[in-house]
Nanobody
């Protein structure tokens, strides 16, 4: 069992930055790949970024490539998502997930409760 808790969401103006954190707990948390997804109102949950269990092979959705950076610190069982040059289309609830990793929600077994990110123009 892996428990995930996101933090770091908030409100920012367009062009600004935020850093999301996701703390993972559970005996085997460091064995899992970790991913970030987001869900805007009336839209399906979509993939943002993922990273392997050892911190290699980061993978990004085209919509965030070059603006977002995913990383993890296994000593702290934490994954981060640094988001730069935010725009209003990035407004969503952001979810952390543990699993394979991959770009599909079906690749993940555990999910956090989400953190809201709001970008104003």
């Amino acid at each position: 069992q892996v428990h995930l808790v996101e933090s770091g969401g908030g409100s920012v103006q367009a062009g600004g930055s935020l850093r999301l954190s996701c703390a993972a707990s559970g005996r085997t948390a460091s064995d899992y790949g970790l991913g970030w997804f987001r869900q805007a109102p009336r839209k399906e949950r979509e993939f943002v970024a993922s990273i392997g269990s050892t911190g290699i092979m980061p993978y990004y959705a085209d919509s965030v490539k070059g603006r977002f950076t995913i990383s993890r610190d296994n000593a702290k069982n934490t994954v981060y998502l640094v988001m730069n040059n935010l725009n209003p289309e990035d407004t969503a609830v952001y979810y952390c997930a543990a699993g394979v990793p991959g770009p599909s929600t079906r690749d993940y077994d555990y999910w956090g409760q989400g953190t809201q990110v709001t970008v104003s123009s």
